[in-house]
């Protein structure tokens, strides 16, 4: 076992689990995590965002999409933890989130957090959108800005 201090190791999956972005219909979005962007897709035909895979506009029927940079920013629509031993391709033995963030440019991405954590995030609270990087490659991750409780408790 290493520690992973290192940070070109990823916090939770091991590096073969990367995505290949040969041929990966999401290449756009990795090319653009590359450079610090988040390049989703967007209808052609009238500018609504598509989820990853979605191949027909639901609003106007287009097939086509572009690929383009949105803003680093969100909040949580909903999270779990995830509670799963995988020796090999999981590196964490603890729980770990996986957040459903609504970005402020109307797409919907499923994600982890950037820096290991066994809680899950609340509904509703601020999400940054930064990079984890798995085998060379970054993929989008969440930095958690929570929201204000609604009852302080400060001691
Ligand atoms: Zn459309």
């Given at each position: 076992m290493t520690t992973d201090t290192d940070a070109s190791t990823d916090w939770l999956l091991d590096d073969g689990l990367a995505?290949?972005?040969?041929?990966?219909?999401?290449?756009?979005?990795?090319?653009?995590?590359?450079?610090?962007?988040?390049?989703?897709?967007?209808?052609?035909?009238?500018?609504?965002p598509l989820d990853l895979e979605?191949?027909?506009?639901?609003?106007?029927?287009s097939f086509e999409k572009a690929w383009r940079s949105t803003e680093l920013v969100g909040t949580v629509?909903?999270?779990?933890?995830?509670h799963r031993l995988e020796t090999g391709l999981v590196r964490t033995t603890t729980p770990y989130p996986i957040v459903d963030?609504?970005?402020?440019?109307?797409?919907?991405?499923?994600?982890?957090?950037?820096?290991?954590?066994?809680?899950?995030?609340?509904?509703?609270?601020?999400?940054?959108?930064?990079?984890?990087?798995?085998?060379g490659v970054s993929i989008p991750a969440a930095r958690i800005?929570?929201?204000p409780l609604d009852t302080e408790a400060r001691s």
């Open positions: 995505p290949q972005s040969d041929g990966d219909p999401m290449a756009p979005l990795y090319d653009g995590a590359a450079r610090g962007e988040l390049v989703l897709p967007f209808c052609i035909g009238c500018d609504c979605q191949q027909v506009c639901d609003r106007c029927g629509h909903s999270s779990t933890l995830m963030v609504e970005l402020a440019g109307g797409h919907r991405l499923i994600m982890t957090t950037i820096d290991p954590t066994s809680t899950a995030p609340r509904i509703g609270d601020a999400v940054i959108v930064g990079f984890r990087t798995l085998g800005i929570a929201a």
